[in-house]
Every structure is written in C-alpha cells, then in structure tokens.
C-alpha cells in the first residue's frame, strides 16, 4: 500500500525554466511534508517542507505548494539550475494516535530531475 | 556533509552470514533512523531509536535489530542474510523524536551474493 507517490519517474527541463515535481498522499493523518534531494552515491539532503497547517513555503528558489483537501503536494523549482539534476522524494510523517509524532517518514517513489543546460 | 556517519560503506557478503552496520548521528541529534532502500522499494523505514529507547519500528524483519548506545551512536544487526537483503541502508538523525528535519548519512551499500 503506497501511502506516497510520485507518478512521474523522471521530469526533463531546460535551464532557467520552471521544475514541477508532484506527489499525491493517500493518509489523512499526514501532518508534516518534506522534500528531498539526492544525488548518487550519497544520502538524501532535506530540501523544504511545509506543515499541514500551511498552503505555501518558500526557500529562495523552491517553493513547496500544499492542496489537503486534494491530497496533493508540488515542488517549485524556479529557474531550474542544471546542478539541480538529481532525483527528488517527497516524504510524509504521520502523526500517531495521541497526537505524537514520531518521525518515522513514509518516502515516495522518487523522481529523477534533469536540467539541460 | 549532513553530519551523519556511516560504516562501512560497502559491505560485501554471503548468504546466511551476519553483518552489522554503523551509525554516529549529528552532534547534539538525540534521535536515529534506519531506512534500507532496494531498488523496488525505494526508502523505506525500518526502525526509530530515541535516546537510547525503540521509539517506532517500521516493516523491519525479525532477522534485524537494532540498538542505540550510550553515546547515541546506533548499529543496525543483520543475520542470516539472504539475496533480497541487498540494497543501500541509511541511517539518520534529528533532534527530537518528532524531529521535522531528518538528516541522512550517505549510507551502507550491502551485497549479498
């Protein structure tokens, strides 16, 4: 059961045009989104995130944009940069009965992003 | 550089053997996380320590376990091996136990032939 998912598994754009890469989640009780990149070889790096409580978070050139009622989260990449390539997972925790959270992330599939120059 | 050590950084091995990989988190990160990734899983997470305690525990089998010393550093125990156990284990460390950011290790690439 894939509570997170990235239906695209690869997004080619042109350097300094706008990257869109989307994630759709299935669990409501998602409270906290992140995104991250990683390059190979090398461990995933946290990008941004956003809140459920929030629509909107900004990070100099990434913009993570939260529909709920949709179910749905995008990154904003703007202008895409060709060191930007890199595959992006999108992540969720959850929080527990009680109210805690604890941390645990459920990743999406990943998307592979590559920034032509 | 996140901050988040891991040894080794490939481990190569037969089926049936036992290995343990390990982890020293972020300065002052009080919380550890294994996520093994396969190549048809992706990043999935095993296990959460935090200060010492298990604090959640993912789709992590019976043949792995995990512990978290003193020191906070953390190692990840698996036993009698088998083919599907090949992929790349991280392991990574936040401050709190609902800690938002995760940081990441750049992670154990475990063969098993």
């Known amino acids: 059961d894939q509570q997170v998912k990235q239906n695209s598994p690869s997004l080619s754009v042109q350097e300094g045009r706008i990257s869109i890469l989307n994630c759709d989640y299935t669990n409501s009780m998602f409270d906290y989104f992140l995104w991250y990149k990683k390059y190979p070889a090398e461990g995933p790096t946290f990008l941004i995130s956003?809140?459920?409580?929030?629509d909107k978070n900004e990070d100099g050139r990434f913009t993570v944009f939260l529909n709920k009622s949709a179910k749905h989260l995008s990154l904003h990449i703007v202008p895409s940069q060709p060191g930007d390539s890199a595959v992006y997972f999108c992540a969720a925790r959850r929080v527990e009965r009680g109210g805690t959270s604890y941390g645990k992330l459920t990743f999406g599939q990943g998307t592979i992003l590559t920034v032509h120059p | 550089d996140s901050g988040v050590t891991q040894t080794p950084k490939h481990l190569i091995t037969a089926t049936g053997q036992r290995v343990t990989l390990r982890c020293s988190p972020r300065?002052?990160?009080?919380?550890v996380y294994w996520y093994q990734q396969s190549l048809d899983q992706g990043l999935q997470f095993l296990i959460q320590?935090?200060?010492?305690?298990?604090?959640a525990k993912g789709n992590i089998l019976e043949r792995f376990s995990a512990q978290q010393f003193p020191d906070l550093h953390s190692e990840l125990n698996l036993s009698s091996l088998e083919l599907g156990d090949s992929a790349l284990y991280f392991c990574a460390s936040s401050v709190r136990s609902g800690g938002n950011e995760q940081f990441f290790g750049p992670g154990t690439r475990l063969t098993v032939l």
């Open positions: 956003i809140s459920s409580i929030k």
């Open positions: 300065s002052g990160d009080l919380s």
């Open positions: 320590y935090y200060n010492g305690e298990e604090r």
